[in-house]
């Protein structure tokens, strides 16, 4: 089998299997146990980094490495005492958070909230993150208790309870932690139910508690999230309205000093964008997680108790919808800003233009009078030459007057006037040319040397 195989074989083996399954036929009633979930605040390092946790608490508890099973994310350890006594250790790593469920199987049925009572029992955990949430749940086959027993069991005002899979299993808790930060949870069960039935149902407790905190662990940021995007949204009303009212006889100046002022604001904002959907983009799927979960485990009304539902939709509901309404204000807040920032750099555009263009005008009327200038010099040049060469010829013609060369000077000077001027007309022609031939070679040898820089 070639290497891509082997890789596409063993991904369908993880992605197929169900790493809970074998726990449950170690599973039994009554039980003790303790949850704890931690968020991450860098998931790619702490979720290998609580693995290695994990492992360490199964050295601390002398967990033989026949009794445990260790994933990439995933594992659990078993260990029996002496008497009876049946420990399991499950350990989680899931996207944002892990967790750990503690199972406490005594040999003895009387159980009760509080610490764990297996022999040598001791943990000591450093969380790689904020503790989510942390649970105290008893697994009890028997009838529920009275109302007034259940009132002394739980802390906090309000009792809530329902039937949940079916009519035999009744869930009462008060959603208010302990004197150790836990929530009890009281679970009655009918005799002999099945093993993988306290999986479902603990499993269905703690997703339910994990992202139920997870959604409203994002509230204070959310609460300060809204002044900030109040204060720019008002910023960026006042700003448009000065900006839009005196755009049109703006001066350079002043829309480069607007430009600066809105892509400090658009940087803030930004940032702010940017820290919010890290946070709760994540929201939408927590919401539709605990809804999922509280429509699967069949909810019935008790009698005298209110329904587990209540409490938990109460404090959800809008919540995730909250959220993402800020996330929309401030993508809308972060385009009118980005909006506005292009205006006032078309309009500097525009400004740059027209003085590129009153430049170009006024060069090409400099060269005009340059061009005209330099015809006039040339004329000029001609003129001045023909009258030097015709009072040099003035001269000479003199001269053989008096040598007896020639009759009459007067008129040869008067001739060789016409003359003088062809000749002036020669050499500033000739000297034109000859410069124009030298400055066209000069060039490529210029552009050639850079060439080789």
């Known amino acids: 089998m070639s290497e891509s195989g082997a890789d596409t074989e063993l991904f369908l083996k993880k992605l197929h299997e169900r790493p809970h399954q074998p726990i449950g036929r170690w599973l039994r009633a009554p039980a003790h146990v303790h949850f704890k979930a931690f968020r991450m605040s860098d998931p790619p390092v702490q979720r290998p980094a609580s693995r290695a946790e994990f492992q360490s608490l199964l050295a601390a508890l002398k967990v033989a490495a026949e009794s445990t099973v260790l994933k990439e994310t995933f594992g659990y350890g078993i260990k029996e005492s002496a008497g009876g006594d049946r420990l399991i250790v499950v350990w989680q790593a899931h996207t944002e958070y892990y967790n750990y469920q503690i199972w406490h199987l005594p040999a003895n049925p009387e159980v009760s909230f509080g610490a764990l009572t297996f022999p040598e029992y001791k943990v000591a955990i450093a969380p790689l993150g904020n503790e989510v949430c942390r649970l105290d749940i008893l697994l009890m086959e028997e009838a529920l208790p009275t109302r007034e027993r259940m009132e002394s069991l739980f802390p906090g005002p309000v009792l809530y309870g329902s039937r949940v899979f079916d009519e035999s299993t009744s869930l009462v808790t008060s959603f208010t932690p302990d004197e150790l930060g836990r929530e009890r949870y009281w679970v009655s069960l009918r005799p002999k139910s099945q093993a993988s039935r306290l999986k479902d149902i603990v499993d269905a407790i ?102 587990i539902s209540d409490y938990v939709l109460s404090g959800i509901t809008g919540v995730a919808e909250g959220y993402q309404q800020l996330l929309r204000r401030i993508d809308t807040l972060r385009g009118g800003f980005e909006g506005i920032i292009e205006i006032i750099r078309t309009r500097i555009d525009l400004i740059v233009e027209a003085q590129n263009l009153a430049l170009l005008q006024s060069v090409d009327k400099t060269t005009k009078s340059q061009v005209l200038l330099q015809h006039t010099v040339e004329g000029l ?50 000297s034109k040319k000859y410069l124009h031939k030298q400055l066209s070679e000069e060039r490529p040898t210029s552009k050639a040397e850079k060439l080789k820089e």
Not at 410 to 418: G, K, L, M
């Open 381 to 430: 040049s001609v003129i001045v030459i023909a009258y030097y060469l015709a009072g040099l010829g003035g001269y000479v013609f003199k001269g053989l007057q008096e040598m007896g060369w020639l009759t009459n000077a007067n008129i040869a000077s008067a001739v060789f006037v016409p003359v003088a001027i062809g000749l002036a007309f020669a050499v500033t022609t000739f």
């Open 206 to 307: 703690v997703r339910i508690e994990t992202y139920y905190h997870l959604l409203l662990m994002q509230k204070p940021l959310f609460s300060a999230a809204i002044d900030h995007v109040y204060k720019f949204e008002k910023v960026h009303l006042e700003q448009r309205e000065i900006i839009t009212s005196h755009i049109g006889h703006a001066n350079s100046e002043t829309l480069q000093r607007w430009l600066n002022s809105l892509t400090q604001d658009l940087l803030k904002t930004n940032r702010i964008a940017g820290k919010l959907h890290f946070e709760l983009s994540a929201a939408i799927p927590y919401d539709k997680i605990v809804h999922a979960t509280l429509a699967s485990i069949g909810e019935q009304r008790m009698e005298f108790y209110r329904p």
